[in-house]
């Protein structure tokens, strides 16, 4: 399996502009998680499915922030309007019935 | 929710040297993995071991659920071994819902 795929790896937008982050999962994986990472506050989870399903979204910091899993191969996490404090490495993962979690290469992103 | 301490924050080695790194954890829990980040930011899988020891190469991790601590341990260090070590855990009903420790951040120089 290629392993969890996220695209893009680098975006630069401008503030107030929408970003969509993508994701694809490992084939077979019914567990799904959206991370960000800053310098400032570590490694955190912002969202995660369930065969498709949001079941936590405690994590994401504000309304600007979605995310939506329409089929189990594919996950957006959307970001509007979007602001340089929301500059970070946005990070996808899939696990199998709850086991072992696997990372993407991740998506830096960079508000100006 | 459930605290993820690490140490040492940071060790600096020489090649072929040996080193621990700690993970405490302050609940009980049903996941825990450790991850290297590599300086290009890749978050590579080391250790799934929510309880016992296992050993990769020159890698090993134990973790004892009951007293609420992980090591990992490092033989003959490479100066490829630098960069972040991170434990993460997870409890209840999702397990890999991962809680991540703040890291220790490894450098090994020739």
């Known amino acids: 399996d290629a392993g969890v795929i996220q695209s893009p790896r680098h975006e630069v937008t401008e503030m107030g502009q929408e970003v969509t982050l993508r994701c694809k999962p490992i084939?077979?994986?019914?567990?799904l998680f959206w991370y960000r990472q800053t310098m400032m506050r570590g490694l955190e989870l912002l969202i995660y499915?369930?065969?498709?399903?949001?079941?936590?979204d405690s994590g994401m910091p504000e309304d600007r922030f979605s995310a939506k899993m329409p089929n189990a191969s594919f996950s957006t996490l959307k970001i509007q309007p979007s602001e340089p404090r929301d500059s970070a490495v946005y990070f996808c993962?899939?696990?199998?019935?709850?086991?072992?979690?696997?990372f993407g290469q991740g998506t830096r992103l960079t508000v100006v | 929710g459930i605290q993820v301490e690490q140490s040492p924050p940071d060790l600096i080695l020489q090649e072929g040297a040996n080193s621990t790194l700690r993970c405490n954890f302050s609940?009980?829990?049903?996941?825990l993995q450790w991850f290297h980040q590599n300086p290009w930011g890749q978050l590579i899988n080391l250790f799934y071991?929510?309880?016992g020891t296992k050993q990769n190469g020159r890698l090993s991790a134990t973790t004892v659920a009951t007293e609420r601590y992980s090591l990992l341990y490092i033989s003959s260090s490479q100066t490829t071994d630098s960069g972040v070590y991170f434990c993460?855990?997870?409890?209840?009903?999702?397990?890999?819902?991962?809680?991540f420790g703040k890291g220790t951040t490894l450098s090994v120089s020739s």
């Open positions: 993460a855990v997870g409890s209840g009903q999702a397990g890999t819902a991962l809680i």
């Open positions: 609940d009980s829990v049903n996941n």
């Open positions: 499915f369930n065969n498709n399903v949001p079941i936590d």
């Open positions: 993962a899939s696990s199998f019935s709850d086991t072992e979690a696997f």
């Open positions: 071991i929510p309880s």
């Open positions: 084939s077979g994986h019914d567990y």
